[in-house]
């Protein structure tokens, strides 16, 4: 069965540094996301895309955060400028069409 | 604004047990409902959608919209049941985004 794959499955950064945060989606999915949970609360959303443009963010994806789809197969995040608050696990995500989103096994992110 | 909330942030229950994780959500508009699990280790996996009205691995869930609820049930419990679960909605008018819920740690004792 096919799998959304996330690299690196552990980040350590320093914080200000920039980070990038792979994922390849399934191949025939048409809307990829980033959500991430922040050790011991909810899993949150943080961008939808679709049709190569951002469908919908959140209050926390502000300009700090960014997503590409460079080649076709990836899907990336980008943190600009990382903040200790920035430390979660970051689970990317593609979709068929609404709802039933396929996850990957995420990026833990740990930001010193 | 849409909110899940998931009171039980941890359900106990003896194998054989009927197990049910609670969900209430709040929204203005018609959303659906979905439960994904994680097992140690693994990642979120959908585990039913109320649309598709389908029991998978013994589970099934009913919205019920007068309670605004989603409650998963099964019947009896199995020790590989074991996970976290996680209730979600999906506010339809707004494509593809899942506000979750806190979750529930299942553990099914033997």
């Known amino acids: 069965e096919p799998e959304v794959t996330q690299t690196p499955s552990h980040q350590v950064t320093q914080m200000g540094q920039e980070v990038i945060l792979r994922c390849v989606p399934i191949?025939?999915?048409?809307?990829f996301y980033w959500y991430r949970q922040i050790l011991g609360q909810k899993v949150e959303f943080l961008v939808s895309f679709y049709n190569n443009e951002i469908s919908e963010k959140s209050e926390i994806f502000d300009d700090q955060f960014s997503v590409e789809r460079p080649d076709g197969s990836n899907f990336t995040l980008k943190i600009r400028s990382t903040k200790l608050e920035d430390s979660a696990m970051y689970f990317c995500?593609?979709?068929?069409?609404?709802?039933?989103?396929?996850f990957g096994n995420g990026t833990r992110l740990t930001v010193t | 604004a849409q909110r899940v909330t998931q009171p039980e942030k941890l359900l106990s229950v003896f194998k054989g047990a009927p197990v049910e994780l609670k969900c209430n959500y709040s929204?203005?508009?018609?959303?659906?409902l979905f439960w994904y699990v994680q097992y140690s280790r693994q990642r979120l996996q959908l585990l039913l959608r109320h649309i598709s009205r389908e029991s998978i691995k013994g589970f099934t869930a009913d919205l019920n919209k007068g309670e605004t609820s989603f409650h998963l049930k099964k019947p009896f419990a199995q020790e590989e049941d074991s996970a976290m679960y996680y209730c979600?909605?999906?506010?339809?008018?707004?494509?593809?985004?899942?506000?979750f819920g806190a979750g529930t740690i299942l553990r099914v004792k033997s």
């Open positions: 191949s025939n999915h048409l809307y």
């Open positions: 995500a593609s979709s068929e069409d609404s709802g039933a989103l396929h």
């Open positions: 979600a909605l999906s506010p339809i008018e707004y494509g593809n985004k899942l506000v």
């Open positions: 929204y203005s508009g018609s959303p659906e």
